[in-house]
């Protein structure tokens, strides 16, 4: 029997190529063992016949909002408080856009608002809509709506493009369904799918840079913009987690439902991370500690001498502050916050980032390569690998170049599902 067993599934389908993929899906899952019922935009049925997924299912497949005989089976409303997740593979970009205005002209956007269980999207088109400001300004209003998004896969494109923008195989997206309900059973200990994965979580979680001063009026810092940090306290805190941001000084609005300290130097966010040790379950370095300070920061403003050409600092190094929250407890009945590192690097990202994951006594790490200028730093997209560790084994998962927020929630998505895994070993 699997995690899946009479799990109600509710699969939209809209519009685009990769909608057959979507048929795969509707037949792993009823080999797993779900319920699944199918709503197909009028787009869909362009591509896939409504009686195929009829004949996988074994359910009528609904096409149309208020169709008298539709309506008399299992009417829009009922249909909507039976699913304990919706699942919308392929999602259009016209469909991205109708349900972030919250539209409602049609059966699946109907369902969508009348519907408390989550609604996860598989966004797939052409690459260069999905890059489209407008598409992906879309993205982001949804995951604050509450929606949750799988990035889509990179590759060959059925239009002949490369890049992301793919429909993720049949068999990932069935993955990506069972690790939300296993998370949520292992969590609630009982079935109880439409629970938040990050509910009764504290999670805390650093971002931006931090700021070393030498005099009043100088200060050693870098260009991290704090933007994958916010993202990723935006996602936790989507997830029902309470969340702490502790951020370095940067230009953002701290997310909905998000506590933040400010800090301005790597000493103060140490002491804040300090202070919540004992009380964070899953502890999330993303800030760029600056690694040195000043040995000692002048009183007055340093000024300029005219027979000095040189002048020589001496720097002292910071504290680490994710090594630090890592260290195995000496008490043993305490436990250390489930760390997460991030490594940003401009060569051998991968190695660099596995042997900080073991030297950090790091739960995982995201890697990422801030040498390309299109990603990373100040940009407001990324692509990173994520490496998880349990027991001695090192799983590695690339996730496709999408925003900050949707990488945020996919990030968020699957450390929940890790920690989860990890707490009930
Ligand atoms: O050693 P490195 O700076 O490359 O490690 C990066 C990771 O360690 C990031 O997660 C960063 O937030 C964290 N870090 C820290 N305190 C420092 C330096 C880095 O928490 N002083």
Known sequence: MTGLNKKRL???????????????????????????????????????????????????????????????GMGHIELARWADLIMIAPTTADLMARLATGQAGDLLTTLCLASKAPVHLAPAMNQAMWQHPATQRNAQLLTELGYTLIPPAEGEQACGDIGAGRLPEPEELFSWIENFFKASFLESGQPEPTKKLGEGLRITITAGPTQEPLDPVRYLSNHSSGKMGYALAAAAAEQGAEVQLISGPVNLAVPTGVNCTQVITAAQMLDACEKLRSTTDIFIACAAVADYRAEAVADQKMKK??????????????????????????????????????AAETQQVEDYAQDKLVRKNLDAIVANDVSDSSIGFGSDENRVTLFTRSDQQINRQALPQSSKQVLGQALIAKLLAFYKEQQAL
Do not use: W
Request: charged share 15%; hydrophobic share 50%; glycine share 8%.
């Open 10 to 72: 509710l699969l939209g389908v809209s519009g685009g190529i990769a909608a057959y993929k979507s048929a795969f899906l509707a037949r792993l899952l009823i080999k797993a063992g779900a319920q699944v019922r199918v709503v197909m935009t009028q787009g869909a049925q362009a591509f896939v016949q409504p009686l195929t997924f009829q004949a996988l299912t074994g359910n009528p497949v609904h096409t149309g909002l208020l169709d008298p005989e539709a309506e008399a």
């Open 305 to 342: 001498q005219a027979n000095q050409d040189e002048l020589i600092l001496k720097l002292v190094k910071n504290p680490d502050i994710l090594a630090t929250m890592a260290k195995a407890t000496v008490d043993k009945h305490k436990s250390r916050p489930f760390c997460v590192g991030f």
